[in-house]
């Protein structure tokens, strides 16, 4: 989160300007008088680095750097406006009594939601988005690096604006509601919009000095992200790349809020319902891993009661991997499995383990592609049939990518057909 954010009622005299190509007409529509909207316009030319909107007789039209900044804050506006419309809609409802004696449902005599779009400021969505990502007023303080009273007065204010509670519980226990979670995922895209306005103007002047954030699951940590990450940085030795390690249902929440901008693995065929975009890259395979040298090497075929000799380290529960295993372990022989499961998602953790033990597992060759040059792992001659499966990125569906992010997805497009 970067440390200065433009003022939310700039944007909206800037977004009414372009909008009506008058700045006076702007200014009545945000109740703000000439000089001050003037002031306010220089202020975002002071930030964006450069000039926003120029004359043309007696209105305004933006300028390139103005076109590049507009598209940014109209999206922005636009998350502003589905949340507000969405607390408009609980604040509307009437107030449910808790067993002691307390309203539950929103606070009683706050404003209506739709006064959110209006006097929301950036200050409070940070505070917001702050608090989602470490937990506490504490920690989210820390993460600001601001004091914790002036934090929480912050979100709070934002909380009164809405009319509708966004927290839960008290101190160390505190937590969102439903309201505050959908208000604080529209908070962290909505800065993300912010930040990807300065790095478009950056982008304008020549600087190349944004930022990627990269999820990325099991199957292309070894290979295709590296390749193209190399690749990106050779061409823009500026940029600024973040590469996320975790599982897919933690990715996916932090794809959905702008905390990573794709996420790339298997994919999971489940991303319309959610918002997302699905793009499939290459096709991958499975196949059993052993240590260089295991004994089910020194054979020409292997079944799958030689299978079950060994013990495994295995993924997940829950994982598409895990479910190919078990597909796998329906026809070892009864009571012939020896040794419990180790079980991990770390593929270091695996590869220590392979390395040191007659176990197996289930990988793809492209994850241990070093490995088996180096001659320390190999695939067991034993074919995983059905285990085929799409590899590819994820994007929000309406997400605008940046220039630097548009020329990654294409170098990454490029690595996969290598």
Same mark, same amino acid.
């Given at each position: 989160?970067?440390?200065?954010?433009?003022?939310?009622?700039?944007?909206? =005299?800037?977004?009414?300007?372009?909008?009506?190509?008058?700045?006076? &007409?702007?200014?009545? %529509?945000?109740?703000?008088?000439?000089?001050?909207?003037?002031?306010?316009?220089?202020? =975002?030319?002071?930030?964006?680095?450069?000039?926003?909107?120029?004359?043309?007789?007696?209105?305004?039209?933006?300028?390139?750097?103005?076109?590049?900044?507009? +598209?940014?804050?109209?999206?922005?506006?636009?998350?502003? &406006?589905?949340?507000?419309?969405?607390?408009?809609?609980?604040?509307?409802?009437?107030?449910?009594?808790? @067993?002691?004696?307390?309203? !539950?449902? &929103?606070?009683?005599?706050?404003?209506?939601?739709?006064?959110?779009?209006?006097?929301?400021? %950036?200050?409070?969505? &940070?505070?917001?988005?702050? *608090?989602?990502?470490?937990?506490? *007023?504490?920690?989210?303080?820390?993460?600001?690096?601001?004091?914790? @009273?002036?934090?929480?007065?912050?979100?709070?204010?934002?909380?009164?604006?809405?009319? $509708?509670?966004?927290?839960?519980?008290?101190?160390?226990?505190?937590?969102?509601?439903?309201?505050?979670?959908?208000?604080?995922?529209?908070?962290?895209?909505?800065?993300?919009? *912010?930040?990807?306005?300065?790095?478009?103007?950056?982008?304008?002047?020549?600087?190349?000095?944004?930022?990627?954030?990269?999820?990325?699951?099991?199957? $292309?940590?070894?290979?295709?992200?590296?390749?193209?990450?190399?690749?990106? !940085?050779?061409?823009? @030795?500026?940029?600024? $790349?973040?590469?996320?390690?975790?599982?897919?249902?933690?990715?996916?929440?932090?794809?959905?809020?702008?905390?990573?901008?794709?996420?790339?693995?298997?994919?999971?065929?489940?991303?319309?319902?959610?918002?997302?975009?699905?793009?499939?890259?290459? %096709?991958?395979?499975? %196949?059993?891993?052993?240590?260089?040298?295991?004994?089910? =090497?020194?054979?020409?075929?292997?079944?799958?009661?030689?299978?079950?000799?060994?013990?495994?380290?295995?993924?997940?529960?829950?994982?598409?991997?895990?479910?190919?295993?078990?597909?796998?372990?329906?026809?070892? @022989?009864?009571?012939?499995?020896?040794?419990?499961?180790?079980?991990?998602?770390?593929?270091?953790?695996? +590869?220590?383990?392979?390395?040191?033990?007659?176990?197996?597992?289930?990988?793809?060759?492209?994850?241990?592609?070093?490995?088996?040059?180096?001659?320390?792992?190999?695939?067991?001659? *034993?074919?995983?049939?059905?285990?085929? +499966?799409?590899?590819?990125?994820?994007? +929000?569906?309406?997400?605008?990518?940046?220039?630097?992010?548009?020329?990654?997805?294409?170098?990454?497009?490029?690595?996969?057909?290598?």
């Amino acid at each position: 989160m970067q440390s200065s954010y433009p003022n939310l009622r700039h944007i909206r =005299l800037f977004a009414a300007a372009v909008t009506y190509s008058s700045l006076t &007409r702007a200014a009545e %529509s945000v109740h703000v008088s000439q000089p001050a909207a003037s002031q306010a316009i220089s202020r =975002l030319e002071a930030q964006f680095g450069g000039t926003l909107l120029e004359r043309l007789g007696t209105g305004v039209r933006p300028t390139a750097r103005g076109t590049i900044v507009a +598209r940014r804050a109209r999206r922005s506006l636009e998350l502003l &406006r589905s949340a507000s419309t969405a607390l408009a809609r609980q604040s509307r409802k009437p107030p449910v009594q808790r @067993p002691d004696g307390g309203i !539950s449902d &929103r606070i009683h005599g706050a404003p209506s939601g739709d006064l959110l779009e209006v006097h929301t400021t %950036s200050t409070q969505l &940070r505070a917001l988005a702050a *608090f989602t990502e470490a937990g506490t *007023f504490q920690g989210a303080a820390r993460l600001l690096g601001q004091a914790e @009273p002036s934090v929480q007065r912050a979100a709070r204010q934002l909380e009164r604006v809405g009319g $509708v509670p966004l927290f839960d519980g008290a101190y160390r226990a505190l937590r969102l509601t439903p309201a505050g979670a959908m208000l604080a995922r529209h908070a962290h895209l909505i800065l993300r919009e *912010f930040e990807s306005a300065v790095e478009e103007v950056r982008e304008y002047d020549g600087q190349f000095d944004g930022r990627i954030i990269i999820g990325t699951l099991p199957l $292309v940590r070894t290979r295709i992200v590296p390749s193209a990450v190399a690749r990106l !940085s050779g061409r823009r @030795p500026d940029a600024r $790349v973040e590469i996320l390690d975790g599982d897919y249902d933690s990715l996916v929440r932090a794809l959905l809020i702008g905390k990573i901008d794709l996420l790339v693995g298997a994919l999971r065929h489940r991303a319309a319902e959610r918002g997302l975009v699905e793009e499939t890259l290459f %096709s991958d395979g499975l %196949s059993i891993i052993a240590r260089a040298g295991h004994p089910l =090497l020194q054979k020409a075929s292997v079944n799958h009661q030689d299978l079950a000799e060994y013990p495994w380290v295995l993924p997940r529960e829950g994982t598409p991997t895990r479910a190919i295993f078990d597909a796998l372990a329906r026809d070892f @022989p009864p009571h012939r499995c020896v040794g419990g499961p180790i079980v991990t998602g770390s593929l270091i953790a695996v +590869r220590g383990i392979l390395m040191q033990t007659d176990r197996l597992t289930i990988l793809s060759r492209q994850q241990i592609e070093y490995d088996e040059q180096a001659g320390l792992l190999q695939v067991v001659p *034993f074919a995983l049939d059905h285990s085929e +499966r799409p590899i590819g990125m994820t994007t +929000r569906s309406d997400w605008q990518p940046t220039a630097l992010q548009r020329e990654f997805l294409a170098i990454l497009r490029e690595a996969a057909r290598d």
